[in-house]
């Protein structure tokens, strides 16, 4: 595998519920982050969103701009007036060099909604299965013309969170569009990781490794919980710390050539950032080398 480890800054501080983390400065959260030994860091809401003051932020720690996420809502734009709220993070990744754009939509969502449960996320018919694909695939051509691949995230509480989900997305899609797997939301969705990674392999383009303790997972989806009570719960953690196997996933992964990056959004003031980057490193480390092999 010719893979880099980098580490999303949800580990510090959190996008969705910004009280996690608050007090976390992003100095902090980078010079752990590289003394941990991460090469990257995707993009959280304390970075710079200009490109010299972003790249002296991370030159400073000797990191790299792994991606970003970004939200979109072409069920409701189309592909023009999406593409032209895109363009400034585009712009911003193409100029730090950064080979992908992590995308999901999120028209209706309800993962950023502390009180609504994940049953009332949307769902698409057939028909909107269709239109979602074409406008995706019509806005990966366009990232790829700027030399972007274009990552699919599917998140809980999202349009696309199932197994289900991510056979028609992908279905409904052309190769333009590539998938990043995220371990912990398919675990949490009731998927398996691994038979993901070895469909689709030939289009996951990014991947987010993180862990779910099966308790608090199952306790979420009996009780209805909403996505931030789960991860207020602790639903997640790093890989080695709950109940994904990973070793399964990255053997899918050996021909994989790009980002694996670490996640785990839960309170730092519960589950200390540098301890738990530390252990995920190290587990992330040992599994691309055995899948190296």
């Known amino acids: 595998m010719q893979v880099r480890l ?19 400065t992003l ?14 860091m995707e993009l959280g809401h304390k970075f710079p969103r200009e490109p010299r003051a972003l790249q002296a932020v991370l030159e400073r720690f000797g990191l790299r ?3 970003g996420w970004y939200s979109a809502e072409l069920m409701v734009w189309g592909v023009r007036e999406e593409l032209k709220r895109l363009r400034p993070h585009l712009e911003l990744l193409v100029a730090m060099g950064s080979p992908v754009l992590v995308f999901a939509e999120v028209s209706q969502a309800v993962h950023g909604d502390l009180k609504r449960p994940l049953s009332e996320r949307p769902r698409l018919t057939t028909g909107d299965w269709r239109e979602l694909g074409g406008r995706l695939t019509e806005v990966a051509a366009a990232t790829a013309a700027q030399g ?7 998140h809980m509480g999202t349009v696309v969170q199932s197994e289900e989900d991510i056979e028609a997305l992908m279905a409904a899609t052309g190769p333009e569009v590539g998938l990043l797997l995220d371990t912990g939301h398919a675990a949490f969705a009731g998927a398996d990781p691994a038979a993901l990674a070895r469909r689709h392999a030939a289009r996951i383009v990014h991947v987010h490794a993180k862990d779910v303790r099966p308790e608090i997972c199952a306790e979420a989806r009996s009780g209805n919980w909403s996505f931030l009570r789960a ?5 997640f953690t790093v890989p080695g710390d709950g109940g994904v196997a990973f070793e399964p996933v990255f053997a899918e992964l050996r021909d994989y050539a790009g980002w ?4 785990a959004e839960q309170d730092p003031r519960v589950a200390d950032p540098l301890t738990y980057a530390t252990l995920g490193y190290r587990n992330l480390k040992r599994l691309v080398s055995e899948s190296a092999r």
């Open 148 to 154: 972007l691949r274009l990552a699919y995230h599917h």
């Open 65 to 67: 701009c792994v991606s």
């Open 260 to 263: 694996v990056v670490l996640e």
């Open 231 to 235: 991860v207020l719960a602790g639903v």
């Open 6 to 24: 980098g580490a999303n800054p949800i580990i510090w501080s959190n996008d969705d519920l910004r009280e996690l983390g608050a007090d976390i």
């Open 27 to 40: 100095e902090t959260c980078l010079a752990e982050a590289r003394a941990v030994g991460f090469e990257g």
